[in-house]
């Protein structure tokens, strides 16, 4: 693909919906064979930890933003006119990594690309999945380089940053949607990896065994080439990026309903001034909070304040309105009410017919799309977007 100018002067001023039990195909259900988790704690280290962990159970790439017209930076007044979402993941396979075939599932991977279109209220889809296998599919262990097809997601410096700053990912979803929408981007991250939980380490239950190593790249600014039923625009666009990777988040197939999950709620905010919000909850079966958590960094006049990490105590996530999707039935929250240590914000989705069905890779459907922070005012803060699983089923990673 072309190298894009990433150096435009507005620049220079911002999961897991995985199935690991099993991974569909159009024909049959591929059965994985999971062994038992271990709590493997280590310090992140990059440009290593940009790359794939195949060791670890399931792991995946989340890049998700807006895309807005015009070359003015983007602020409190920008509208956006597209979402998008891109997300790789990988799953340790059932056959052993000592396996003597090339052709063998050691690792599977799937791939979700959606386009948002707010003005029209509407949203196009497609997802992939495939065997880990040369030309086909991959995901590098030394730095962030996945791909599917004419699908990737790709890093690389664009000058000296070990803590991730000026990281250059240039990401593309080419052919989706039955080749409705193509999708090129080049984002540069103007701000250190953001080390979620301690350093890293995100708890995700009451459970030792409940974690995820989990980073996020937030505040990439960039360019963006959509051609969409035919007709190419040129775009601005601000996103974030998640990686984690982990054995278990939910909760062991043998616990105690009180100590499982069966989805989450997620929600990742780039601020118009910088900083960034992350929250998100772990629920039970009757609808309660088994695990909150979350983080909000500030960022003023170019320089980037410390990470504050929230405790579960410390999260409060009220439900303010619900979508009923007429496909699965489910009824999904698309405003809230945030209480954080920070402040108390509100959520608003900018659409809310936004349900997937991943039927056809992960196994089940699960509500994202692009959202807005406001505060108790009503004035709007920044933009991201808000992902909920497990109201159309529950989510079965063991």
């Known amino acids: 693909m072309q190298a894009w100018n990433t150096g435009s002067h507005w620049l220079q001023r911002r999961r897991l919906l995985f199935l690991a039990a099993a991974a569909a195909t159009d024909t049959a259900k591929i059965a994985i064979a999971v062994p038992q988790p271990s709590a493997r704690r280590s310090p992140l280290s990059f440009p290593r930890d940009f790359g794939a962990h195949p060791q670890s159970r399931l792991e995946w790439w989340y890049l998700s933003g807006l895309l807005f017209d015009g070359d003015a930076p983007i602020d409190a007044q920008s509208q956006p006119r597209y979402g998008f979402q891109l997300t790789f993941f990988r799953v340790r396979g059932p056959a052993a990594a000592e396996h003597p075939s090339n052709f063998a599932a050691r690792q599977l991977m799937m791939a979700h690309a959606v386009l948002s279109d707010i003005g029209a209220a509407s949203l196009s889809h497609d997802q992939r999945i495939a065997r880990q296998f040369p030309g086909l599919a991959h995901a590098s262990e030394q730095d962030c380089d996945v791909q599917m097809g004419a699908w990737f997601l790709r890093r690389k410096d664009s000058r000296e940053g070990k803590d991730g700053t000026a990281s250059h990912y240039a990401a593309a979803m080419q052919g989706s949607s039955h080749?409705?929408?193509?999708?090129?981007?080049?984002?540069?991250a103007l701000q250190p990896t953001l080390l979620q939980g301690e350093a890293g380490f995100s708890r995700k239950g009451p459970g030792a065994e409940q974690f995820s190593h989990y980073y996020s790249q937030v505040?990439?600014?960039?360019?963006?080439?959509?051609?969409?039923?035919?007709?190419?625009?040129?775009?601005?666009?601000?996103?974030?990026?998640?990686?984690?990777?982990?054995?278990?988040?939910?909760?062991a197939a043998e616990a105690r309903s009180?100590?499982?999950?069966?989805?989450?709620?997620?929600?990742?905010?780039?601020?118009?001034?910088?900083?960034?919000?992350?929250?998100?909850?772990?629920?039970?079966?009757?609808?309660?909070?088994?695990?909150?958590?979350?983080?909000?960094?500030?960022?003023?006049?170019?320089?980037?304040?410390?990470?504050?990490?929230?405790?579960?105590?410390?999260?409060?996530?009220?439900?303010?309105?619900?979508?009923r999707s007429p496909t699965s039935q489910a009824q999904y929250p698309v405003a809230w009410r945030l209480q954080t240590p920070v402040a108390t914000f509100t959520l608003h989705a900018l659409i809310e017919a936004q349900e997937i069905d991943a039927r056809a890779s992960t196994g089940m459907r699960y509500w994202e799309g692009p959202a807005e922070l406001r505060n108790a005012t009503g004035k709007r803060l920044g933009l991201g977007y808000l992902e909920m699983t497990g109201y159309a089923g529950a989510v079965k990673l063991a």
Do not use: C
């Open 179 to 188: 080749g409705r929408f193509d999708l090129a981007l080049q984002l540069l």
């Open 219 to 251: 505040q990439l600014q960039g360019e963006a080439r959509l051609k969409l039923e035919g007709r190419q625009s040129n775009l601005r666009a601000l996103a974030w990026l998640d990686h984690e990777w982990s054995d278990q988040l939910l909760g």
């Open 258 to 323: 009180a100590d499982k999950g069966v989805g989450w709620d997620w929600m990742g905010i780039n601020l118009h001034d910088g900083a960034a919000l992350t929250l998100f909850r772990l629920r039970r079966a009757d609808g309660s909070t088994l695990w909150s958590g979350g983080s909000y960094r500030t960022a003023s006049a170019g320089l980037v304040g410390e990470a504050q990490n929230f405790a579960p105590e410390q999260v409060s996530m009220q439900v303010l309105k619900t979508w």
